[in-house]
């Protein structure tokens, strides 16, 4: 039987603790790549932003993910700024070494 991330024998889930380590960190970057995307004003910009911020979870949760698709109207300027700025937010929350387990 199991409470939280301990056994009821006594032992410690490592399993368990790097699960819930990792759902947190998801839950972090959602939160606040949400903020992000919601403050962009551009439409068509917010759009990427939610679908890169999307690409990056699925990245991080070790699920292969191809770039989204540039749409019309996108420039580069703005598409690498959005880009820098989730990645960086990206890596905040999910360091290398923090990968999921099943």
């Given at each position: 039987?199991?409470?939280?991330?301990?056994w009821a024998l006594g032992g410690f889930s490592l399993i368990n603790e790097s699960n819930a380590e990792f759902s947190n960190a998801l839950l972090d970057f959602n939160?606040?790549?949400v903020l992000y995307c919601q403050g962009i004003s551009d439409a068509v910009a917010r759009d990427y932003a939610t679908d890169y911020a999307r690409m990056i979870q699925n990245r991080a949760k070790g699920v292969e993910a191809s770039l989204p698709r540039i749409p019309t109207g996108l420039f580069e300027p703005n598409r690498n700024l959005i880009r820098a700025t989730l990645e960086r937010m990206s890596e905040k929350y999910?360091?290398?070494k923090m990968k999921p387990r099943s």
């Open positions: 039987m199991r409470f939280g991330s301990r939160r606040e790549a999910f360091p290398a």
